[in-house]
């Protein structure tokens, strides 16, 4: 049984943010920080990446592990409620970013997954950003 009324339940999932998140801002601030610049969610793009450089052509998406499944520990809970929607919708997300990546690669971009719990350890985000954009 959940702890919420269904209303409230509803208000709490309407207010998680697609962009601008926390571990998002963390990797925009480390990336410029490095020199890069940006832009941010291309509406032109499949997947609307959170990072673009185009001179470069590299793309970051910067996914949440509990929404796009990520193997860690954060990504592999399972609600205990309404379990079938949620996997569904996670899974939908999955298959998602897998055709939006497709799409990119075959657009002959670069692309590069960063995980919201990759920016617990900034000295190895700040080592894979680097070799990302400087390849």
């Known amino acids: 049984m959940d702890v919420h009324s269904r209303e409230q339940r509803s208000r709490n999932m309407a207010a998680i ?7 998002e801002l963390i990797i925009r601030k480390l990336t410029h920080r490095l020199g890069y610049r ?6 032109d793009l ?3 990446p959170d990072l673009v ?8 998406f910067v996914h949440g592990c509990y929404w796009h499944m990520h193997s860690c ?8 409620t309404n379990a079938a929607f949620w996997q569904a919708k996670r899974c939908g997300n999955v298959a998602r970013d897998r055709r939006c ?3 990119l ?5 670069h692309v590069l997954i960063l995980w919201e719990c990759y ?17």
């Open 17 to 23: 943010k697609g962009k601008n998140t926390k571990p």
């Open 38 to 43: 940006f832009r941010l969610h291309r509406r």
């Open 46 to 48: 499949p997947g609307c």
């Open 53 to 60: 450089f185009p001179a470069l052509r590299r793309i970051i």
């Open 73 to 80: 520990r954060r990504g592999s809970v399972t609600p205990k």
């Open 101 to 103: 990546v497709r799409e």
């Open 105 to 109: 690669v075959a657009n002959k971009w």
């Open 119 to 135: 920016t617990r350890d900034t000295r190895k985000l700040e080592k894979r950003l680097r070799q990302f954009l400087a390849s």
